[in-house]
């Protein structure tokens, strides 16, 4: 009896402070865990439900005092401005054509290159697979003046090809494809040799098939690069109807300089932004994975 | 194993090396590098080339003038303009963005709900458009009618004609600059993290070191060899800005860093392709040699767990 009295302060002092550690470990959650990351995730997805909500609203409730997050009368005025200043359904088209062709060469010149430097075995393999890589340090932007002069000389400016052919080549894409292709087990051709194949049926039957979740990496990547991209373009093109999107809302931007227009252009980026944000929100684990390799060493 | 098989599978493909496999490789990597060698590395030497002349773009005739356009890229006080603006917009940026990331990082390193999804969202910037991010942000930077406009009359400030002076116009580019890239920070370090040996932390804290020694003297060290990849790739990531910039800030003054004055020089008003040439001779010899930096010291100077 005695011994039960005795011992019981003992687990009821426990049980308070853990009580007392279990508030202390919630606050410190909220103050170094929640409160940051709903900070953070506001600072970010602010501008761009702002952005969403301003393209649906009229002017008059842009040019206000008091805004409202959501528009009182929606409207698509903003979206049939933009139609009206630029050749809007060209613009995207431009774009898509930009991105899904030059972007698709772009993979299958990686995939091939790729194979070519890990499976066929020449003297050239590791050399040019070094001239290939070395490409990484020398980026486009430092380029254009010489492949302006080169693509303009050859007819391309104001041209879908013109815009497409300086970024074709692939040294990124190529490096990450040869990642995956170092971690295929030797075996696995090697059985198909023996059955005769040759190189383009081990390509496309067992080395493409056993590595579609890289590809869809550098495909994804090599999509929302192509999408972005703005310099080469810019300076390809000069006339609105050969155009791609980013350049198209750089004119809507000079043209309509004055305020009140804020509308128009959050229209015009909610068309280039909404497009790659759902394909991210989709798939982002593809293209998480892409974008970081490399940076983690194993 | 790995070896063994590897070594063995090389003998075999040796063997097997037939006049035919020449003919493949051609047909599969000379395309790449038939481009990447009109494309990449024949404008080097164009620069080089062009760089030595007084020249218009599109004009057949131009003067040699020797290493006049270097001389005045590195001397002249708009030249120094560009060294300076691009120096102060990399290191804000880069420091800017990697003290955020790492900050968020370590938060959604925590167990607790919603830490998956804060890093996907905090990414997303990054894959977006730049001249579509930009946009969005000259709005919220309008003295007017954005919304940083409210934010400085809460603290009884009215907010600044960002774009009328050459240092608020640099400020604002780099604030929309980290707002985009601090995501892509957050998840590497974040990865970096995740490769920590737990019973490291764990003999730390054993030791009695407090949650701010264990950060400083254990985590941050062996996270060494994320912070100088990211260190490294964030560099030559702003050092390439160009689509932000412009947008804010279409003439450039504040925000002409070197691949804005490359474009500047010869796309936009004055016209000065030889220039423009020399600006990107010294760009492709910077970012070469930081790329030869990283190559060099990342095996050697970081820690690895």
């Known amino acids: 009896m005695s011994t039960t009295t005795g011992s019981l302060p003992t687990p009821s002092r426990h049980r308070s402070s853990g009580r007392r550690t279990d508030s202390r470990r919630a606050l410190s959650a909220t103050l170094t865990g929640y409160l940051p990351m709903i900070l953070a995730l506001i600072v970010i997805a602010f501008p761009l439900l702002w952005m969403l909500s301003s393209s649906f609203k009229a002017s008059s409730e842009i040019v206000t005092a008091n805004p409202s997050f959501l528009p009182h009368r929606p409207t698509l005025r903003n979206y049939a401005d933009v139609a009206g200043a630029l050749p809007i359904g060209r613009l995207f088209a431009n774009s898509a054509v930009v991105t899904i062709v030059g972007g698709g060469v772009k993979l299958l010149l990686a995939i091939t290159t790729a194979y070519a430097v890990v499976f066929i075995d020449t003297i050239w393999s590791k050399f040019v697979f070094a001239f290939v890589l070395a490409a990484l340090m020398f980026p486009g932007e430092a380029a254009i003046i010489p492949n302006y002069i080169t693509i303009a000389t050859m007819g391309g400016r104001n041209t879908l090809w013109g815009i497409i052919l300086p970024g074709l080549g692939s040294a990124f894409g190529t490096f990450l494809m040869r990642q995956q292709f170092l971690t295929l087990p030797r075996s696995l051709l090697e059985a198909a040799e023996i059955d005769g194949a040759g190189h383009w049926r081990k390509l496309w039957r067992i080395v493409v098939p056993v590595s579609i979740p890289t590809i869809a990496t550098v495909g994804l990547i090599t999509i929302v690069t192509e999408w972005n991209s703005y310099l080469w373009p810019l300076i390809i093109t000069d006339t609105p109807s050969h155009m791609t999107l980013p350049v198209g809302l750089n004119l809507l931007k000079s043209a309509e300089s004055s305020t009140g227009v804020y509308g128009t252009l959050m229209a015009g980026a909610t068309l280039i932004i909404v497009p790659i944000l759902i394909i991210f929100a989709a798939l982002q684990k593809y293209i998480v994975a892409g974008l970081t390799q490399g940076a983690v060493k194993e | 194993m790995g070896p063994r098989s590897r070594r063995s599978a090389r003998q075999l493909r040796r063997r097997r090396r037939r006049p035919s496999d020449y003919l493949y490789f051609v047909l599969f990597a000379g395309p790449n590098v038939a481009l990447i060698t009109a494309f990449v590395y024949y404008p080097l030497f164009m620069n080089l080339n062009y760089s030595r002349l007084n020249w218009r773009i599109g004009a057949d005739t131009a003067k040699v003038i020797g290493l006049d ?81 409210y934010v400085f009359e809460w603290f009884g400030k ?81 050092m390439q800005a160009f689509d932000i910039l412009q947008i804010l800030k279409p003439t450039g003054e504040g925000v002409n860093t070197f691949v804005f004055e490359i474009y500047r020089q010869s796309f936009g008003i004055y016209q000065r392709a030889g220039y423009a040439s020399a600006i990107s001779v010294v760009l492709f010899l910077t970012l070469a040699l930081i790329t030869v930096i990283q190559f060099r010291f990342v095996d050697r100077k970081v820690h690895y767990a």
């Open chain 2, 69 to 149: 356009n270097y001389k005045e890229f590195f001397t002249s006080p708009t030249g120094l303009s560009v060294w300076k603006v691009t120096l102060i917009f990399t290191v804000c940026t880069v420091l800017g963005s990697m003290i955020l990331g790492l900050i968020m990082a370590v938060v959604v390193n925590q167990k607790l709900p919603g830490t998956t999804f804060t890093r996907t969202a905090l990414f997303s910037p990054y894959v977006l458009s730049g001249v579509g991010v930009a946009l969005v942000w000259s709005f919220m930077f309008d003295p007017q009618m954005g919304i940083l406009r």
């Open chain 2, 158 to 238: 009215s907010s600044p004609q960002w774009f009328l002076h050459d240092n608020t116009t640099l400020t604002a580019a780099i604030i929309v600059y980290v707002w985009k890239y601090l995501g892509y920070c957050t998840v590497l370090f974040f990865a970096g993290l995740q490769s920590i040996p737990q019973d490291l932390l764990e003999a730390a804290r054993m030791d009695g070191a407090s949650k701010a020694q264990t950060f400083f003297r254990v985590t941050l060290p062996l996270l060494s060899p994320t912070t100088f990849f990211l260190m490294v790739s964030m560099t030559l990531n702003a």
